[in-house]
């Protein structure tokens, strides 16, 4: 379940980012350096998500708290 809930707020992550990257794109003046920064962010997040492993607890836990602070402050930002 532990690994589930983390691959979960990775992805939301990823909603976040991509919802962010969209905003951005399409703004009256996008700031190229962070679209840029945000599909790094994206390519992290991926990167993050392939690499847990199911049997590493220390690791989801770790990715669990990481991602799931990342995605207050993304949601914050968003609104």
Known sequence: M???TAQ???NEVI?????ALNL???SADPDQVRIEDLRAEIVAC???QRALNPRDRPAIA???DK????LAE???ELQ
């Open 2 to 4: 532990a690994y589930e």
């Open 8 to 10: 979960e707020a990775i």
């Open 15 to 19: 909603g976040c980012y991509i919802a």
């Open 24 to 26: 951005e794109r399409h």
């Open 46 to 48: 991926v990167q993050d």
């Open 62 to 64: 770790a990715s669990r």
């Open 67 to 70: 991602y799931s602070r990342l």
């Open 74 to 76: 993304l949601r914050a």
